[in-house]
């Protein structure tokens, strides 16, 4: 599992990406299109909003490793954007 979607780096068994956006109105709405990938893909992110950034980290707890959900919503995520 070498070939990350754009802008991933992988920390152990998470793949992990920051996004940074004008305020908080334009991360909030970043973030209601992932929950709704999400929510689609049964696949859910490991988050944190501070304001008009977005951390996004991305794992398959039901595996406790990556696996090819993980970069599937990673490519998704990368596609909103
Ligand atoms: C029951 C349900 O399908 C599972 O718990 C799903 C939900 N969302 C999930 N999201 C993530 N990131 N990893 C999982 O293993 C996972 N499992």
């Known amino acids: 599992m070498t070939d990350l979607p754009e802008g991933w780096t992988r920390e152990g068994e998470e793949i992990t990406r920051a996004f940074r956006f004008a305020d ?17 893909a049964d ?10 950034l977005v951390e996004i980290r991305l794992t398959t707890h039901d595996a406790q ?12 995520i990368n596609d909103l954007i």
């Not at 908080?24 to 689609?40: Q, T």
């Open 24 to 40: 908080f109105s334009e991360a909030w709405g970043f973030m209601s299109r992932v929950a709704l990938l999400a929510e689609r």
């Open 43 to 52: 696949h859910h992110p490991d988050w944190r909003n501070v304001w008009n």
């Open 65 to 76: 490793g990556l696996t090819p959900k993980d970069l599937a919503l990673a490519a998704a």
